[in-house]
């Protein structure tokens, strides 16, 4: 499973497995991040395209791009993106 820069071809980060599976993804993709910061690219806000099929529509990929809340709280109150709160 290679993670490869769009217009260099270069291959950044790449995993071989028995199966497709989201582990094998996310290895991938953590060679790729030491990759990046080797070479001092940036890849905050990188545009990553991938396949639509589980490995990389499940909670275990997607929660590497979507920010997390502070504290773990993911109610209906307050931001759960910044983990502030709002009063009531």
């Not at 497709?20 to 001092?40: D, G, V």
């Not at 639509?52 to 109150?77: E, H, K, L, S």
């Amino acid at each position: 499973m290679p993670i490869i820069g769009h217009v260099c071809k270069m291959a950044y980060g790449w995993a071989v497995g028995p199966q497709a599976n989201t582990a094998l993804a996310l290895t991938a993709w953590e060679i790729a991040k030491a990759t990046f910061q080797e070479l001092a690219i940036p890849y905050a806000g990188m545009i990553v395209h991938h396949d639509r099929d589980a490995v990389y529509t499940g909670y275990g990929w997607t929660n590497q791009y979507y920010p997390q809340p502070d504290d773990g709280d993911c109610g209906t109150r307050g931001d759960v993106w910044s983990g502030s709160r709002t009063s009531q």
